[in-house]
């Protein structure tokens, strides 16, 4: 569920000046005549999300450990169709300061976990965030717990989750 357009990357903007974005959810700037809309953009992101098959434990979480402490967050949105797309940030909003790589894990944060994304960065300072896309219906056995970890270049890692998702 959306709740703020800060944290939407937008797709596509309508003609009424709504934008859509990742996992359907509907973010506006407020100035927008919304008196002829009957549903509120936040029951059209439910709706949306509710037609799946796929369920998540929850929609973020800043639970999480490591050299640093909790210092994560992470969020899911399911698509009707099944992809589940997780952002991960810092749960201060800073930028990541250092070069390191993001995984995103099933089944533990330990280096052992399996991998399903990463992406590396070679420096820090300018990278927000990250965001990785899974087709759930590609893996068997649900549910699925997903974790995500940032092992920094010059030593030291910190991890987040999880977030059940269910089929």
């Keep these: 569920m959306c709740h703020s357009s800060t944290n939407v990357f937008f797709l596509f903007t309508v003609m009424t000046g709504l934008s859509l974005g990742a996992g359907g959810c509907v973010a506006y700037s407020g100035n927008e005549d919304l008196s002829g809309v009957e549903e509120s953009p936040e029951t059209l992101a439910d709706a949306d999300e509710a037609a799946s098959a796929y369920t998540s434990s929850t929609d973020c979480t800043v639970s999480g450990g ?12 399911i698509s009707a169709s099944g992809t589940g797309t997780f952002t991960i940030s810092k749960a201060d909003g800073s930028n990541f300061s250092t070069a390191g790589t993001m995984y995103l894990k099933v089944g533990t944060y330990e280096p052992w976990g399996v991998d399903h994304a990463s992406k590396t960065i070679s420096g820090g300072g300018i990278i927000h965030g990250f ?4 087709l759930f219906g590609q893996w068997p056995g649900y549910p699925k717990e997903y974790y995500a970890r ?6 030291g890692y910190a991890w987040v989750g999880p977030i059940t998702i269910y089929h």
């Design 131 to 134: 965001s990785f896309s899974e």
């Design 66 to 77: 490591g050299t640093w402490g909790a210092i994560l967050r992470t969020c899911v949105s």
């Design 150 to 155: 940032w092992e920094s270049q010059p030593g």
